[in-house]
């Protein structure tokens, strides 16, 4: 078992397990996750997410969460805070989102999410902590922050900029 790295500057070869290494996707470092492993996502990746992308992890049980945690992987493994576009998701399409679903349960740390369509939390459960969840212009009135009734969103020092937010 060991952490897997994420970082637009690796070299994407699994298992993605050293910063050379690194998956160069935030997706792909999901998709190839095992129980108890950790997700280090270098604090200046930069990722376009034309088109959308769902995160599903492979375990999804509440005693094995996908922690997702901004490092440096230049200098230090050490938790780095976001700032302005650092670890920056950006789902460019006016028709793509961002969604965590399946049950999954999520901690994430330091992380920036932005979208120009909407952002999903469907039946997830995650704690966010100084995380950015945002749409860059405040968006219209189809654009939306969607949690649903079975979703927990704890939201700790983060920043949630959307027109509107759907919990049904």
């Known amino acids: 078992m060991a952490d ?11 298992p993605y397990d050293t910063a050379a290494k690194a998956a160069t996707s935030l997706e792909t470092a999901v998709s190839a996750r095992g129980t ?5 996502m270098d604090y200046r990746h930069r990722e376009d997410l034309s088109g959308g992308v769902t995160y599903t992890p492979g375990t999804s049980s509440k005693t094995d969460a996908c922690i997702l945690r901004s490092v ?7 938790y780095r805070l976001p700032t302005d576009h650092q670890i920056y998701m950006d789902a460019a399409s006016s028709t793509s989102d961002i969604q965590f679903v399946n049950g999954s349960h999520w901690l ?15 039946t997830a459960d995650i704690k966010a902590y100084e995380c950015h969840f945002m749409h860059p212009t405040g968006g219209n009135g189809s654009d939306m922050f969607n949690s649903s009734t079975q979703a927990a969103l704890t939201a700790i020092d983060c ?3 959307f027109p509107r937010y759907d919990t049904s």
Do not use: H, P, Q, R
């Open 4 to 14: 897997i790295y994420v970082y637009d500057a690796g070299s994407n070869t699994s």
């Open 159 to 161: 920043t949630l900029n």
């Open 72 to 78: 440096d992987t230049a200098d230090s493994d050490a």
């Open 108 to 122: 994430i740390e330091g992380c920036w999410f932005e979208t120009n369509d909407d952002m999903d939390i469907n």
């Open 36 to 40: 108890g492993e950790k997700i280090l």
